[in-house]
């Protein structure tokens, strides 16, 4: 059973960096698959940050590619994102989660719980 | 970009009817890189649909998607009452990765 866990600060203030880790069981990082992280803002919609694969590829959101940066760490079963120079905007809840094939980097089959980071000073 | 919109924002079902949710892409989404996704209060989304009609594992048969291009349909036939939630489409086949805005199943 693949289990995905964010984990990070709940609080962090405007203008500095965001950082979440993902731990994933079940399965490993580096056994293919692209790992993805999608947030969203409380009671609104989805949206997708980026995903990487196991071997270094790496697809951001324009939207957000200048203040991002995914990484994985195969030795420790995890993938990173880190988010600079935040603003209330990026207040949401953060999903990591799995896509479903290794061709492309979506859908997402495997979902963590989420994990809500508040951006305030 | 590839925008999403999602159609009724607000279904009003009861227990046994179906629903029938419509997804428009602004642009042709390709190679029908198209999925659909549930999603409750206080939880992640589950995925339901990709390419456009194949159902997820553990997706039961009442669950059906159709369409290409840019006009995409998600039916949930014989509502449940764990069906009532928030559902979202999503294409995968240009990037950026987007979604719809949701629809809401809502018990009448």
């Known amino acids: 059973q693949v289990q995905l866990q964010e984990s990070g600060p709940g609080l962090v203030k405007p203008s500095e960096t965001l950082s979440l880790t993902c731990a994933v069981s079940g399965y490993s990082v580096s056994g293919g698959y692209y790992w993805g992280w999608i947030r969203q803002a409380p009671g609104k919609g989805l949206e997708w940050i980026g995903s990487?694969?196991?071997?270094?590829?790496?697809y951001y959101n324009p939207s957000l590619k200048s203040r991002l940066t995914m990484s994985v760490d195969t030795s420790k079963n995890q993938f990173s994102l880190k988010l600079s120079s935040v603003t209330a905007a990026d207040t949401a809840i953060y999903y990591c989660a799995r896509g479903l094939t290794i061709i492309v980097v979506a859908p997402f089959d495997y979902w963590g719980q989420g994990t809500l980071v508040t951006v305030s000073s | 970009e590839i925008v999403l919109t999602e159609s009724p924002g607000t279904l009003f079902l009861s227990p046994g009817e179906r629903a029938t949710l419509s997804c428009r892409a602004s642009q042709s989404v390709s190679s029908s890189y198209f999925a659909w996704y549930q999603q409750k209060p206080g939880q992640a989304p589950r995925l339901l649909i990709y390419?456009?009609?194949s159902r997820a594992t553990g997706i039961p048969d009442r669950f059906s998607g159709s369409g290409s291009g840019t006009d995409f349909t998600l039916t949930i036939d014989r509502l449940e009452p764990e069906d009532f939630a928030v559902y979202y489409c999503q294409q995968y086949g240009s990037s950026p990765v987007t979604f719809g805005q949701g629809t809401k199943v809502q018990s009448k």
């Open positions: 990487i694969s196991h071997n270094g590829n790496i």
């Open positions: 390419g456009a009609s």
